[in-house]
């Protein structure tokens, strides 16, 4: 079975850190489009940030110089790196993979994780 599996979530204060891991299963990524997106309470999904299969990066502008995407190939994991935390990026994070031309919220063939809760307290 094919899956996604997001860890790391939690609570912290502003100006703090959390490290996202999203460990892989059933199916070896590397290939793909990986990447991480969150969605806060009445807002619609957004995505974060991307990695591609030659290591490409891309984030959005709200995150960008704080936040840090990776991925370990040999452990099929992807990591979502996140410093200098503010309320504003308190939301559920989903980890997804699939491929790279489609690879948006609305994209064909996503593969999501069930996410992992983060919240940031001011």
């Known amino acids: 079975q094919v899956q996604l599996v997001e860890s790391g979530g939690g609570s912290v204060q502003a100006g703090g850190s959390l490290r996202l891991s999203c460990a892989a299963s059933g199916y070896t990524y590397s290939s793909y489009c990986m990447g991480w997106f969150r969605q806060a309470p009445g807002k619609e999904r957004e995505g974060v940030a991307t990695?591609?299969?030659?290591?490409?990066?891309s984030y959005a502008d709200s995150v960008k110089g704080r936040f840090t995407i990776s991925k370990d190939n040999a452990k099929n994991t992807l990591y979502l790196q996140m410093n200098s935390l503010k309320p504003a990026d308190s939301a559920m994070y989903y980890c997804?993979?699939?491929?790279?031309?489609?690879?948006?919220?609305?994209?064909?063939?996503?593969?999501w994780g069930q996410g992992t809760q983060v919240t940031v307290s001011s």
């Open positions: 997804a993979a699939g491929p790279c031309p489609t690879f948006r919220v609305d994209g064909k063939d996503i593969l």
């Open positions: 990695i591609d299969s030659e290591g490409s990066t």
